[in-house]
């Protein structure tokens, strides 16, 4: 039993490795951890902004959208009394470093 559970684990071990180096080279996600006033979007508008995160060409087209984005989300959140936090990474920035943006 000993042996077999050795295998399994390195096999599981080997599986978990190959893939999330796949996934770390995958299509950049919109979430609540990396997008501001996520909870202020509809499933709609958080759909649409991740569209439009992954349209732009260059890292100064990004870089005024998310501006632009903070500021609506930034009216959301003081309408309900909140005061939105900064993310510690902005989707520009990852997407820059990903090789997406110019």
């Not at 499933?43 to 890292?59: L, V």
């Not at 632009?68 to 005061?83: P, Q, S």
């Amino acid at each position: 039993m000993s042996r077999l559970f050795r295998k399994l684990f390195v096999s599981l071990a080997l599986s978990l490795a190959l893939t999330t180096g796949a996934l770390a080279t995958g299509p950049w996600h919109a979430t609540g951890q990396n997008t501001a006033g996520w909870k202020f979007m509809s499933p709609d508008e958080r759909i649409e902004h991740q569209r439009r995160m992954r349209s732009f060409d260059t890292y100064q087209e990004c870089k005024t959208y998310q501006a632009e984005h903070h500021a609506r989300m930034n009216e959301r959140a003081l309408r309900e009394g909140v005061i939105l936090e900064r993310k510690n990474q902005s989707g520009c920035e990852q997407l820059r470093r990903r090789g997406r943006l110019n």
